[in-house]
Each structure stands twice: as C-alpha cells, then as structure tokens.
C-alpha cells in the first residue's frame, strides 16, 4: 500500500533536498495560509511578494500556489526573510518577517564549507546533516511568536497577469512581449538589444 507524502515531504520532493531555508519558506506558508483562511491559489486569488530569492520561495510556491508563471508570485531583491501575502476574495494581506533565529553556529559553518567543498569525512557529513535536522526540526516547530512577526498591512493587489502579443525583435529576431519591447533607430528591439542612453542624471 502506498502511503501518501506528507505536504513537508512535497515539498522536499520540489526543492530537491531538506534544509533550514526551506523550512522557513513552509513555515511562513503555512502562518499565511491559517491567518488568511486560504486554501492553495488556483489561479490568482492569492498573491505573494517574496523578498529574496533563497530556498524557502520554493516552498512558498508548492504550498500556496503563487508562481511566477501565474503572475501571482512578485519577487523583489531586497535580500530579507520578508513576505508579503494578500487575499484577493478576504480583502486583507499580511507581513511576515521571519525573526533572527540566533547566532550562527560556527560548528555549522565549517562543516557547511567541507560538505560543499568535497573535504568532509563521513562522519562530517553525517554530523553536518544531523544539525542541519536538529536546525529544520527547531524551525518547523518554533512557537510562532518566536519564529516571526505577522501584521496586517495595506495592500495593494497588483492587477491580474495579462497576455500581451509579441513582436520580433529588429537586430536578434527574438520575440520579445510588446511592453518590453523599445524603439531603436526607429526599429523594435528586446531590451538585450537596446542600448540606453543615460547621460549620468
């Protein structure tokens, strides 16, 4: 008999492998999801703003259904633990910033160069993943007071995603959505092709 996985384990199966910012990543889902009273987004009806680009977007993806196909996943290269969830249908949104969750662990940061570098013994590697689990555990089951901060906040909730025509690019002849596409020299091009003229302003 096969037994259904668990969402935490999905979620794994998504990102790849198990690790603490992933866990972070499902853990401000799930807040998210109890506090709107949401159930995964079909389509658009739920919107994330993810403030980096680590681990934990991955479970934010799986576990909400905001994607950047759909356009209802936005991302902003802020490089914060930060999220940003709004209800099209409840009319609220919330912030979650996840807290700092102590210091690094030195043991942790070494072990973490070896295992990447190639270096580490066996038993370094064993030891490396049985913090690294020990760290996941402590994440995923974090008094939520402890694990982040939630507000309510106002939220502009960006319109729907559009389908825009595409037009061949003059110089590549790569097509290129016609919102992204510039003039130049009286030609349309891609911005790969678009040379900006900035005189230092």
């Not at 807040?31 to 994330?48: G, P, W």
């Not at 993810?50 to 996943?73: R, S």
């Not at 020990?134 to 974090?142: D, G, K």
């Amino acid at each position: 008999m096969c037994m259904e996985k668990s969402p935490w384990e999905r979620t794994v199966e998504f990102h790849g492998h198990s690790c603490p910012g992933l866990a972070i990543g499902y853990r401000v889902a799930e807040i998210a999801m109890k506090r709107l009273r949401e159930t995964r987004s079909a389509d658009e009806e739920l919107v994330a703003v993810v403030e980096n680009d680590a681990c934990g977007v991955d479970a934010v993806m799986l576990l909400t259904g905001c994607t950047l196909g759909k356009g209802n996943l936005l991302y902003r290269d802020l490089g914060k633990q930060v999220y940003t969830f709004g209800s099209r249908g409840g009319g609220k949104a919330l912030r979650i910033a996840v807290k700092s969750t102590g210091r690094p662990d030195p043991e942790v940061a070494e072990l973490r160069q070896k295992v990447s570098g190639g270096t580490a013994s066996p038993a370094e590697q064993a030891r490396f993943h049985m913090l690294q689990g020990r760290r996941i555990e402590e994440i995923l089951h974090m008094p939520e007071d402890d694990f982040c901060s939630v507000r309510e906040v106002d939220f502009n909730l960006p319109s729907k995603a559009r389908i825009f025509p595409s037009v061949e690019c003059s110089r590549c002849g790569e097509k290129v959505m016609e919102p992204r596409a510039r003039l130049r020299d009286g030609e349309v091009v891609c911005l790969d092709c678009f040379e900006d003229y900035n005189r230092g302003w």
